[in-house]
């Protein structure tokens, strides 16, 4: 697996109300509604932006030709799913210019769901979380960080939405500094060998940040992810 430094196509966004729950409960979700930006298609003429809301809260996301002339959907694939309690994450997005909703996923919702259909249940996996824009985009001089990192993780549990698994480095929210602009969280499942211990060094134990993502995944022998997917936030103050 070689890492590609590129931005991915964000063009799908579902917003669920509180009380939603997902896959093992509820289904009931919001109805769909297409809209047509004309900053979009200006910056990005193919495809179109397609966001899926609520009727009664429309979000504008943050389309700027900075952010939309670089889309490249390649790197969310494989049906993962992504799930905070007003965020069900399937397709690559960016979270709209919303205080609120930026705000609770950086200090108040904990460790979302992770939800993976594909799992074959008598096989392991590992979820790695990191920011490849750590402290910013342009001068990315702390990536790759680690948000979260969990392995030994059942199939059977990720069928279900559950992470059932040895987490490594705890979950920590995503957390942009303020003025740094657009920053990408990503998500990668890999099939875990059963005969290739997954850790971490004691030199990557002792910091998240400047982690060789390359070396671990050589390192435990993961391969390529079996899913991927991104979504890109910024500080909820800026």
Known sequence: FKYSNTLAACFFFNYRRPEVVK???????????????????????????????????????DATPDTLSSLDSSFCQGGLEVIYPELDIDKCLIIPRDQQLREKVSTVWKAPQIYFSGAQKKKMYVLVMVDPD?????????????????????????NNGQIDGTTLTDYHPPTPPQKSG???YQFMLFEQHPDAPVSLTEQE?????????????????????????????????D
């Open 23 to 61: 896959k093992t409960g509820s289904t009931d979700s919001c109805p769909p509604l297409i809209i047509c930006s004309n900053v979009v298609q200006q910056a990005a003429p193919t495809p179109f932006l397609v966001l899926s809301v609520c009727i009664w809260g429309i979000f504008n996301v």
């Open 134 to 158: 750590a402290p910013s985009r342009t001068k990315p001089t702390s990536a790759f960080w680690r948000h979260w990192l969990v392995v030994n993780i059942q199939g059977s549990a990720l």
């Open 182 to 184: 657009l920053h990408r």
């Open 205 to 237: 134990k002792s910091s998240r940040g400047k982690w060789d993502l390359q070396a671990f995944i050589t390192r435990s022998d993961l391969g390529e992810p079996v899913a991927t997917l991104q979504f890109l936030t910024q500080n909820y103050k």
